[in-house]
């Protein structure tokens, strides 16, 4: 960060200020650096934010009011703009934010009576087009910026009722909503260091997961880095269904994908890699992709979560019968698997999972449309 630059385009430009709400202890340290601070400055503000919802400087009664004085001046703390709230009959909540242009991304707060678990996006769209998926039938605009990851954990806390036990709403951050987490990689680690902070989130590893589609170089160096819990989007027992299903599939076979699971869960004591399998009837749902699926994950660290399909407008498939369901279920048990099925949650305001679609401007089909008109008119 240049403090100097910013305090020179202020007056040109109010928004050219640093937005403190995505910055990293390791960012704030550089900041404060810049303005001849002493390091521990940015656990100061780390706290005030994201613990104590101080976003106005000359409220942070701790810094000098000089510090104070500056901070108005190079800096701000700006949350994503709230377009709409949702709120469903089982008590889930939907958040469409703002993402600048016409988009917008959507965020989801589930309620149980021993955690609340909040479902984030990282990207505005997704670019994998998975073909049960509401937001890759929106297409693909951006990366969105740590700001705008964090923002949603710190609106969601600062406006759901506290705990009985006096802790914020949210006690659990899942990566599942709109985009490819491990495709946005930079930003979603940053994200996560702010998560696990103590000075910020103080999130356990075990209470944060990233879900991927199989983008295997990243889960590498996401196991390195951070090592939380992972969820993959498996959805078939075999290369050929699942390149129909999941096209990065034909990039990253599941061979491939699964070796990678396996170097991820060896990286920490008891780890387990959650596989994520929708339930499309007559697709994938038979006892025969059961036993397939039995073999490929036997003897391994897996669990497998499956997930009722949650219809969406324009999708060719439908969601698996309530009996085959618990067959298929009850045929991994059998073979000796860990396995759950989702609880279908908020689908009223569509919320359930694979049905968050947002605002996207699909830039790279209109890229092509562009490319195509000008090629006819040449």
């Known amino acids: 960060m240049n403090v100097e630059t910013d ?18 202890e390791t960012a704030l340290k550089d900041f404060f650096a810049g303005l001849n601070e002493k390091p521990f400055r940015a656990r100061q503000i780390l706290q005030w934010i994201h613990q104590r919802n101080v976003d106005a400087f000359d409220e942070m009664t701790d810094l000098s009011k000089n510090l104070r004085e500056q901070l108005v001046q190079v800096a701000s703390v700006q949350l994503p703009k709230v377009i709409s709230e949702q709120k469903s009959a089982d008590g889930t909540v939907k958040w469409l934010f703002e993402s600048g242009a016409g988009q917008a991304v959507e965020t989801v707060f589930i309620p149980e009576p021993d955690r609340g678990t909040l479902c984030i996006s990282s990207q505005v769209g997704c670019a994998l087009d998975c073909a049960f998926c509401a937001t890759g039938a929106q297409g693909f605009n951006r990366n969105l910026n740590v700001d705008e990851i964090i923002g949603q954990v710190t609106h969601a806390n600062r406006n759901l009722p506290i705990r009985p036990n006096g802790k914020p709403a949210v006690t659990n951050v899942v990566f599942m909503g709109m985009g490819e987490p491990l495709a946005n990689f930079r930003n979603v680690l940053q994200a996560l260091e702010l998560l696990l902070s103590d000075f910020a989130y103080g999130l356990s590893r075990r209470r944060i997961t990233v879900s991927t589609s199989g983008v295997v170089p990243n889960i590498e160096k996401l196991g390195d880095q951070q090592n939380v819990s992972l969820a993959v989007s498996l959805h078939a027992p075999n290369d050929e269904l699942r390149d129909r299903l999941v096209p990065i599939n034909r990039m990253h076979p599941i061979s491939e994908l699964l070796a990678a699971c396996w170097r991820y869960a060896a990286k920490r004591a008891n780890r387990f890699i959650t596989f994520e399998y929708v339930m499309l009837r007559d697709v994938n749902d038979s006892l025969q992709h059961a036993d397939e699926l039995a073999e490929l994950l036997a003897g391994h660290p897996a669990k497998v ?16 019968r309530t009996a085959a369901i618990r067959d298929f279920q009850n045929r991994l048990r059998e073979r000796g698997l860990v396995a759950t099925t989702r609880k279908t949650r908020g689908d009223d305001i569509d919320a359930a999972c694979g049905q968050l679609a947002g605002k996207v401007r699909d830039r790279v089909r209109v890229r092509l449309s562009e490319k195509r008109r000008r090629t006819t008119t040449a």
């Open 7 to 24: 305090k020179k385009n202020l007056q040109e430009n109010p928004e050219s200020r640093v937005n403190l709400l995505g910055q990293s």
């Open 305 to 320: 979560n499956l997930i009722p399909f949650n219809p969406f407008q324009g999708n060719e498939f439908q969601r698996s």
